[in-house]
């Protein structure tokens, strides 16, 4: 079945430090992939989307290119925030299919 | 432009008890997806409802239930509690006809079993 790996947390970086939380996937057809972050107490926000080989996504900083030959996509921002301290889920969701499938989620701290 | 809603925030139940959540879809919407996420973990997906009827389910007993309303609302049951089944329960919305199932999620509820 489908499967979404994420690297093990947690990470904590200081703040304006270049970040990078690796996700590969495993899916029979061609997925859709989404980063979401989800802050202290709260549910989870989609951050970022690519729906197709080679599309990057972006969003307030970061960005997640949809690497199809090494069913990958890595999260990455270029100078972090303390404002970026959450957990951070990669997921994908077949095309037709309902529901997302999820990684085990990425803890970031950032420290001032 | 209301987004998802959930209650209630907190529930606290004792095991063999039966509880129900509660979940409103962004405006818009007309689908509705339930998740269970434990502690520390991602979301596990449970069901969807769309047009009244569960479209489909994941890797979870008949003890979980549900249902949806003509107004697209819907409701999580779940029957026999057990200590396990303490998790934050999310509920997600997204419009169907949407290609690529961009969910919009709400707070969640955070159901403890003692």
């Known amino acids: 079945g489908d499967s979404v790996t994420q690297m093990e947390g947690p990470v904590t970086l200081s703040e304006e430090a270049f970040l990078t939380i690796n996700c590969t996937y495993t899916?029979?057809?061609?997925?859709?992939l989404f980063w979401y972050v989800q802050y202290p107490g709260e549910g989870l926000q989609l951050l970022l989307k690519?729906?197709?080989?080679?599309d990057k996504g972006s969003n307030k900083g970061f960005e997640a290119t949809y690497r199809k030959e090494t069913t990958s996509f890595h999260l990455e921002k270029g100078s972090v925030q303390v404002s970026d301290s959450a957990v951070y889920f990669c997921?994908?969701?077949?095309?037709?299919?309902?529901?997302?499938?999820f990684g085990q989620g990425t803890r970031l701290t950032i420290n001032p | 432009d209301a987004g998802v809603t959930q209650s209630p925030t907190h529930l606290i139940k004792t095991r063999g008890q039966q509880v129900t959540l509660r979940c409103s879809p962004k405006?818009?919407?007309?689908?509705v997806s339930w998740y269970q996420q434990a502690l520390g973990q991602g979301p596990q997906f449970i069901f969807q409802?769309?047009?009244?009827?569960?479209?489909q389910r994941g890797n979870f007993p008949d003890r979980f239930s549900g249902h949806q309303f003509p107004n697209y609302s819907s409701e999580l049951n779940v029957n026999a509690l057990l200590l396990g089944d303490s998790a934050l329960y999310l509920c997600?919305?997204?419009?169907?006809?949407?290609?690529?199932?961009?969910?919009?999620f709400g707070p969640g509820t955070r159901l403890t079993v003692l």
């Open positions: 997600a919305s997204s419009l169907v006809l949407t290609e690529y199932n961009e969910q919009f």
């Open positions: 899916a029979t057809g061609y997925p859709s």
């Open positions: 690519a729906t197709k080989a080679d």
């Open positions: 997921a994908l969701s077949e095309r037709g299919a309902q529901k997302l499938v």
């Open positions: 405006s818009g919407h007309d689908t």
């Open positions: 409802y769309y047009e009244e009827e569960e479209r």
